[in-house]
């Protein structure tokens, strides 16, 4: 079955004036900001007919090629037949469901999940998105130590909740809710020596983004994150992984931290686990008496009204069902070498005005 549209010109579906009056009323109802960040980086263009990994313009009738991705959530393609008959399907026989009620989706899911991640990751927490997680796994490192200190890397994405925000290492995203979350400190990424120096017997975690990706694409070498294993096993320090960029097969593995061989403690991932189409996420953590015995002593530590819905869980499955039969991971690494090729082929041409390639 095809996910790609063929790249062919479509008939408008909207005059320009017609779009011209949505962006008005854009600006005038939600962000008049938004539309202007969108419209220097060229941007601004409304998406319809969305199938695979192409978009339409509705002026031109172009067919364009969406790289974004919504930061990495059209992991499985926009609009995925078999997604969106998953959501179709569950629809039939059920709703939402109860964030705290045992059901056969929720369980569906969660042996999915652990089957697929990382070795020791086998227990696990859901939650309505990324910053949603990263709030999860922050408290149950927090709970599990009983310390309060976390360490958080500079130029770091953590989503913009409670303590997602506080552990955003860009000034600009933390200054207008000030203060924040206490007990917060941030440290060069891809440092080891730095990150060794903060870490004392009062720091609870660590969390890092295995590729920083919002910062730039900032890949943390297997040198710095297997220090930081070692730094955590031996200070008694909880080591989170947020993947939720990173994770379901876009570094060429199923996860960015197989790339290392270092399994974290806890281990955030969301956005491609919605399949683009219903929101998800979860919250993995390793078997290890610290984080259960919290777990079991303070069961609702994290509730969450959406996080693990049937509804989700159901079309979830589904998106990871796909993943692993089509080996897009492997696709990625493919793709990836092809592209870090061309893209290293202008640089020499280029080489002025291209100083870097990154990426995994």
Same mark, same amino acid.
């Given at each position: ?19 011209? %009056? ?24 409304? %998406? ?5 990994? =192409? ?23 926009? =609009?995925?037949? /078999?997604?969106?008959? &998953? ?28 089957? /697929? ?36 890397t500079v130029k770091a994405y953590h989503g913009h909740t409670g303590f997602a925000i506080s552990a955003n290492?860009?000034?600009? #995203?933390?200054?207008?809710? %000030?203060? /924040? ?12 020596? &730095? ?13 890092i983004e295995p590729v920083q990706g919002e910062a730039g694409i900032f890949v943390g070498t297997s040198e #710095? /994150? ?32 197989? =790339?290392?061989?270092?399994? !974290? ?19 993995? #953590? ?12 303070? !069961?609702?530590? =994290?509730?969450? #009204? ?20 089509? *080996?897009?991971?492997?696709? &990625? ?6 592209? *870090? ?20």
């Amino acid at each position: 079955m095809s996910l790609q549209s063929p790249n062919v010109s479509l008939s408008p579906a909207m005059s320009r004036d017609e779009v011209r %009056e949505v962006v008005t009323l854009f600006e005038r109802h939600i962000n008049r900001g938004q539309v202007r960040y969108l419209r220097a980086g060229h941007l601004d263009v409304m %998406e319809s007919e969305r199938r695979g990994v =192409h978009f339409t313009d509705p002026i031109s009738g172009r067919r364009l090629i969406d790289c974004f991705s919504s930061a990495g959530s059209f992991n499985v393609s926009r =609009h995925n037949p /078999l997604v969106m008959k &998953a959501l179709e399907e569950a629809l039939e026989t059920c709703d939402m469901g109860a964030f705290d009620r045992i059901s056969e989706a929720k369980i569906a899911l969660a042996e999915k999940l652990v089957a /697929l991640a990382p070795p020791g990751l086998k227990r696990l927490r859901f939650a309505a998105g990324g910053g949603d997680a990263v709030d999860c796994a922050i408290k149950l490192a927090r709970g599990a130590t009983g310390r309060s200190k976390v360490l958080a890397t500079v130029k770091a994405y953590h989503g913009h909740t409670g303590f997602a925000i506080s552990a955003n290492g860009k000034e600009h #995203y933390r200054h207008y809710c %000030e203060p /924040l979350m206490p007990g917060f400190e941030f440290v060069p990424f891809n440092d080891l020596a &730095a990150m060794s120096e903060r870490a004392d017997d009062g720091t609870a975690a660590i969390i890092i983004e295995p590729v920083q990706g919002e910062a730039g694409i900032f890949v943390g070498t297997s040198e #710095y /994150l297997q220090g930081l294993r070692r730094i955590c096993d031996e200070r008694g320090i909880i080591l989170i992984f947020d993947e939720i960029q990173t994770g379901f097969g876009r570094t060429g593995r199923l996860f960015a931290c197989q =790339h290392s061989g270092v399994t !974290p403690d806890i281990m955030t991932v969301a956005k491609s686990i919605g399949g683009g189409i219903f929101p998800n996420a979860a919250v993995l #953590y390793r078997d290890i008496p610290a984080l259960l015995d919290f777990v079991e002593s303070d !069961p609702d530590f =994290h509730v969450t #009204y959406d996080g693990g819905s049937d509804l989700g869980c159901h079309v979830s499955l589904k998106v990871l069902e796909f993943i692993e039969e089509n *080996r897009l991971w492997e696709n &990625a690494e493919r793709m990836g070498a092809r592209l *870090r090729g061309a893209l290293n082929e202008l640089r020499e041409a280029n080489p002025r005005i291209i100083r870097e390639i990154r990426g995994v």
